[in-house]
């Protein structure tokens, strides 16, 4: 860090000064709304069944595949949004590269109900699980990007860096997987989600503290 001096009095350089500073507030705000709608948007791929009303239980079988595609979709908006407020409440300053990954990030979060919509519909193919798997392994992979700009510029987070390149590793193996059978990219999500819940386990912690060896190495 450089300094200069003002008269007596030494004046320290704004290791920010070079980019051109935002409102955080604003960020926060905007974020928090494209994830409300996207989840909002989710709810509108259920479609309302036309049965007779002496056969509910057939509607809601008929129901099953998009009542499942929202959950799964929800949990992991949902996830998603509670990981981008716990990483951005603790910023204190905002610039260009911050806005620009960040609107990367929201894009694939508006993209979320389309794939889900696609993955509820032909989720018995391979055509229609992997779109999905590549869309939430490229927003895990803008997290990770996010975090490490962060990190660069001095805001802790190498705990839960880590951690970050556990979606993206689930998501990205499920999809070869995708292409031999479906459900065994389904049964990988559902591993992997139960694995990233377990905080004190030895197994996530041991790889993703490997792969934050690897990546301090690399940046």
Request: net charge positive; charged share 15%.
């Amino acid at each position: 860090m450089t300094s200069t001096t003002e008269g007596d009095e030494p004046v320290v350089a704004d290791p920010h000064a070079a980019h051109e500073r935002y409102d955080v507030g604003r960020l926060l705000a905007f974020s928090d709304g494209v994830f409300a709608i996207a989840i909002t948007i989710l709810v509108l791929g259920i479609p309302v069944p036309n049965v007779a009303p002496a056969d509910p239980l057939v509607a809601l079988r008929s129901l099953a595949p998009s009542l499942a595609g929202f959950g799964l979709s929800f949990v992991l908006v949902g996830t998603q949004w509670i990981a981008h407020h716990r990483l951005l409440r603790k910023l204190d300053f905002c610039d260009g590269p911050i806005l620009w990954l960040n609107l990367l990030l929201l894009m694939g979060i508006c993209l979320v109900p389309f794939a889900s919509s696609v993955l509820t519909r032909y989720g018995d193919v391979a055509a229609g699980v992997i779109p999905y798997a590549a869309l939430q392994a490229s927003i895990g992979v803008v997290f990770i990007l996010l975090r490490l700009y962060l990190i660069r510029n001095g805001v802790p987070l190498q705990t839960t860096l880590a951690m970050s390149w556990v979606p993206v590793v689930v998501f990205l193996v499920s999809i070869p997987l995708a292409l031999r059978d479906t459900s065994l990219a389904f049964i990988v999500w559902l591993v992997g989600f139960a694995l990233s819940r377990v905080r004190g386990g030895s197994i996530v912690p041991t790889l993703a503290g490997r792969l934050w060896r690897w990546t301090r190495s690399r940046f």
